[in-house]
């Protein structure tokens, strides 16, 4: 509304725009300042949940694992989401108080579950810098008393890249206890082949930025398709992150050799209950696959 007004009374001058996008910058900053000073409160009181999304084996229609994403009810604001207050947690140093509630509530949750499911666990690139992640990560675990290959981290290139040896180093270490590591968002980032190689990994996710259009361009299909080849040949596990259509998942499992989904297509991420609910369904009928979402295109 605040804005909508601006706009109105720099109607006649000619510079709306020019107002619209100084009073967004305003609100965008107040919002901003008001999430820095709630966060550490939100962190320390509980207010951050995680959301749990499966990730399938399609080709067996078996649910292999969970990732597990922070979610923030604000009290006043609502959900925000952790495109906006992930950055903010790195800023003010909040991360690392964050990701080990994220490992706590992780293992804890994935050992309530039936089978063996795993669960993924998202890592920034300042937890390298700011603590020991090796330490961090068996804490939880030992806490949990979940098995360590049933974890597995999740870092991005740019976080490896930018903590290199701190992230080797504990990456290996944790590599070497059988816990799983993931490179996420795999494709967008910038690290070399031969680098690549060097990481302790056990697993690349694609970005969701390659799926997009290989229903409607082959050269598309073709590039995610050699990009999984190249997973394989370095002995990874692949996973495609984004799947929304039936007609997607289609294409992966008969023209490429990804070993997991995960996306829209099997299922939104959903809270603790609703996850349980649906693993404990799942486990029962062994055989039965996971329903694909209703209305799902
Ligand atoms: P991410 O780790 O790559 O997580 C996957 C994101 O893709 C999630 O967004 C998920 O909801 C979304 N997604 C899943 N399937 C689909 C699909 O079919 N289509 C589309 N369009 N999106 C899909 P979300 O939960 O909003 O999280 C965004 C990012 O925030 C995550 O990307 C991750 O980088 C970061 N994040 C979330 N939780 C944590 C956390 O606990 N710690 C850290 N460090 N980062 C986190
Ligand atoms: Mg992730
Ligand atoms: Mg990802
Ligand atoms: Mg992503």
Redesign the pocket.
Known sequence: VKADLAIYAAKGTGKAKVVQFHERMDTEYQLRQQLKQDLKQAIAGGEIT??Y?AVVDPRKNRIVGC?????WDHPELGPI???LF?PI?EETGL?TD??RA?LAMATRDCNTWPGDTTIA????AR?FRACNVESMVLDAIKVSGLPHHRLEI?V?ESAVIEEREAATMALAALCRKGVGVAL??FGTGYSSLSYLQALPLTKL?I??SFVIDIEADPQALRLLANVAQLGKDLDLKITV????TEGQLNLLTSQTKIDQI????YG??LNLEAMTRLLQAHHRSDLKPIAKRAGAR
Do not use: H, M, Y
Request: proline content about 8%; aromatic content about 2%.
């Open positions: 995680l959301a999304q990732e597990a994403l922070a979610r989401s952790p495109a992930i947690a991360i964050l990701t994220v666990v998202n890592l920034s937890d999740e991005t996420d968002d996710k970005d969701r992150e984004g799947v929304e995960q996306g829209f297509v939104p991420p």
